[in-house]
T-cell receptor
């Protein structure tokens, strides 16, 4: 069974600085997707960034980028120029490429990020 | 506006009193699912549906029921709620066309069972 692990329950960053959130996963599949979701105090789940396993290039979305290490099964999220609005719970998630159990997302435990002014 | 709606957003109930949390999407998505979120555990899938009248268990289905009589609606039913079902619940939907990346989440329902 696939698993996703976020080993940092809490992280803190100074405004305008850079922070990296860690995520590791375990799978025997070769084709899958990885995601980072942001959950602000409103509790809404917001997709931040996604990575397709077959793509070697790391995904980027404005100030958000990932470091995808397929062999190491690692998928970290880097937030550059951190802003107060980045404070939230961040979840790493995995999904198989072909729908199985409806394309179930498997989530990590979450990392609570605080941003200090 | 493309969205997934859930009702109610907050619910406090007592043990054993049947309740239903509704979920509706306006994107004609085939796939819908329910997740529960608990501290330290992330989100876990309860039930999912691939299309009308097609439903199956996820990872934590005990104590829950679902139905999919219409494509847009996927209600979650707790026949006899217990305190261990106190949680934050999310409904989600996505298309199964193409690579169907993005899963759209509802706003969440905070359920407390006393």
């Amino acid at each position: 069974a696939q698993t996703v692990t976020q080993s940092q329950p809490e992280m803190s960053v100074q405004e305008a600085e850079t922070v990296t959130l860690s995520c590791t996963y375990d799978t025997s599949e070769s084709d899958y997707y990885l995601f980072w979701y942001k959950q602000p105090p409103s509790r809404q789940m917001i997709l931040v960034i996604r990575q397709e396993a077959y793509k070697q290039q790391n995904a980027t979305e404005n100030r958000f980028s990932v470091n995808f290490q397929k062999a190491a099964k690692s998928f970290s999220l880097k937030i550059s120029d951190s802003q107060l609005g980045d404070a939230a719970m961040y979840f790493c998630a995995y999904r198989r490429s072909f729908y199985n159990q409806g394309g179930k997302l498997i989530f990590g435990q979450g990392t609570e990020l605080s941003v200090k002014p | 506006e493309a969205q997934v709606t859930q009702n109610p957003r907050y619910l406090i109930t007592v043990t054993g009193k049947k309740l239903t949390v509704t979920c509706s999407q306006n994107m004609n998505h085939e796939y819908m699912s329910w997740y529960r979120q608990d501290p330290g555990l992330g989100l876990r899938q309860i039930y999912y549906s691939m299309n009308v009248e097609v439903t199956d268990k996820g990872d934590v289905p005990e104590g829950y029921k679902v139905s999919r009589k219409e494509k847009r609606n996927f209600p979650l039913i707790l026949e006899s709620p217990s305190p261990n079902q106190t949680s934050l619940y999310f409904c989600a939907s996505r298309t199964i066309a193409g690579r169907g990346y993005e899963q759209y989440f509802g706003p969440g329902t905070r359920l407390t069972v006393t």
